[in-house]
């Protein structure tokens, strides 16, 4: 079985300061990653994802994520937050099966 | 359509009602999935479609929910006899094939049991 560990459940930081939401799973094959972002009443919008190849993944507004195998760790990490950044995140892994397993999720408060 | 459809996006049933939510996926999309969102949770998987076959119901957390694609686009969860328990955010996603591709989400529908 897979299963998902997102240790802090808020996470509070000022704003243009440097953030990591940490995301550590359990599986005994194969992994591929995803973060999620959930902003207010809406629903999940993909942030990035591991499939394979480089282990550190980047997405369009400054997030980074990398793939540590021997940490079984899929944290996720941003140089300088924005206000805008405020939301809920959420890490996933699917080992190729059908369902996605969630973890249950940091909600980043940017504070000005 | 452009994104994946929900409907309603906010319920209020009372207690021992049925209701029915809808889901409209990605035109095209093969894969469609049902989660649960309790409040401060993340999702919880409950069922699964390739095209109209359910092909995994193991998270349904019991008898009295009952999901459906008959013509392998739109799908309906039902639940009968509604619990409190049962209040949360139910999302559908749906992805282009089989395989371990991205999921794209609907904005979900929000379950509340009074």
């Known amino acids: 079985a897979q299963s998902v560990t997102q240790l802090d459940s808020q996470v509070p930081v000022f704003e243009e300061a440097p953030v990591e939401l940490r995301c550590n799973y359990s599986s005994s094959v194969s992994v591929y990653l995803f973060w999620y972002v959930q902003y207010p009443n809406q629903g999940l919008q993909l942030l990035l994802k591991?499939?394979?190849?480089?282990?550190l993944v980047e997405s369009i507004n400054g997030f980074e994520a990398e793939f540590n195998k021997s940490q079984t760790s899929f944290h996720l990490r941003k140089p300088s937050v924005h206000i805008s950044d405020t939301a809920e995140y959420f890490c996933a892994v699917n080992t190729g099966r059908r369902a996605l397993t969630f973890g249950s999720g940091t909600r980043l408060q940017v504070q000005p | 359509g452009a994104g994946v459809s929900q409907s309603p996006r906010y319920k209020v049933a009372k207690r021992g009602q049925d209701v029915a939510l809808r889901c409209d996926p990605i035109?095209?999309?093969?894969?469609l999935f049902w989660y649960q969102q309790a409040l401060g949770q993340g999702p919880e998987f409950l069922t699964y479609f390739q095209n109209e076959a359910q092909l995994d119901k193991s998270g349904l957390p019991s008898d009295r929910f009952f999901a459906e694609r008959p013509e392998g686009s739109v799908s309906t969860l039902k639940i009968q006899r509604t619990q409190q328990e049962d209040s949360a955010v139910y999302l559908c996603?749906?992805?282009?094939?089989?395989?371990?591709?991205?999921?794209?989400f609907g904005a979900g529908s929000r379950l509340t049991v009074l």
């Open positions: 035109s095209g999309h093969v894969s």
């Open positions: 996603a749906s992805k282009e094939g089989a395989g371990a591709n991205v999921l794209t």
């Open positions: 591991y499939l394979s190849g480089s282990t």
